[in-house]
């Protein structure tokens, strides 16, 4: 079965600073990876994914992510964090074949201080 | 327009009773799911339906059935509500299998 862990909890980070929020996965063939964020009190929105291609994948609101398949990672990067960047962050899974079952990380909330 | 819209937002209601929750997505999706929301913020697919064919039926309770009349609907109903059901649950939508997910705005539900 498909899974990923994001091992911080919580991201710090000072507004202007780069921010990085870390994703490794786990499947038995290749995956689809995708990033999703979830502002207070609102659903889950679409950040950017990778399917195949260009591992340097680029998304929603200047943030991008780095597909690395040695080392089973998908961190999610924004060259200069904004207040409005705080939100709760998953990283999420699935398989290219068979069942269409997204596997979704515990979150990561990343807190921009100003 | 809202593109997969849930109702009702919150829903507060007496352990025991029976509440159903309603999810419309306009976006001409073929893939529709339920997730459920622990307080720890922790996702997990309930179900998935494919043009109205159940395609995902994770480990829950009998007690939660879902139906999708047609490919732009489904509904999430539960019986016999326990505490332990206190959650938000989110609608989401997808046209393909490698497609990203259009989620609602979440129906949270508190069971006392």
């Known amino acids: 079965a498909q899974s990923v862990a994001q091992p911080e909890d919580q991201v710090n980070v000072a507004e202007g600073n780069p921010l990085t929020v870390k994703c490794t996965y786990s499947?038995?063939?290749?995956?689809?990876l995708f990033w999703y964020v979830q502002y207070p009190n609102r659903g889950l929105q679409f950040l950017l994914k990778?399917?195949?291609?260009?591992?340097l994948v680029k998304g929603s609101y200047g943030f991008e992510a780095e597909f690395n398949k040695s080392q089973t990672s998908f961190h999610l990067k924004k060259p200069s964090a904004l207040v409005s960047d705080s939100a709760l962050y998953f990283c999420?899974?699935?398989?290219?074949?068979?069942?269409?079952?997204?596997?979704f990380g515990k979150g990561n909330q990343v807190v921009v201080i100003p | 327009d809202t593109a997969v819209s849930q109702t009702p937002k919150y829903l507060v209601t007496q352990m025991g009773n029976d509440k159903s929750i309603k999810c419309e997505q306009n976006?001409?999706?073929?893939?529709m799911y339920w997730y459920k929301q622990d307080s720890k913020k922790f996702l997990k697919i309930m179900f998935s339906?494919?043009?109205?064919?159940?395609?995902i039926n994770e480990t829950v309770p009998n007690r939660f059935s879902p139906k999708s009349p047609d490919k732009a609907h489904l509904n999430l109903h539960i019986n016999s509500l326990e505490l332990g059901d206190s959650a938000v649950y989110f609608c989401?939508?997808?046209?393909?299998?490698?497609?990203?997910?259009?989620f609602g705005q979440g129906t949270r539900l508190t069971v006392v």
């Open positions: 339906y494919n043009n109205k064919e159940l395609i």
């Open positions: 990778y399917i195949t291609g260009d591992n």
């Open positions: 999420a899974v699935r398989l290219t074949y068979g069942n269409n079952r997204l596997a």
């Open positions: 976006l001409g999706h073929d893939t």
């Open positions: 989401a939508s997808s046209q393909v299998v490698r497609d990203s997910l259009f």
């Open positions: 499947v038995s063939g290749n995956p689809y």
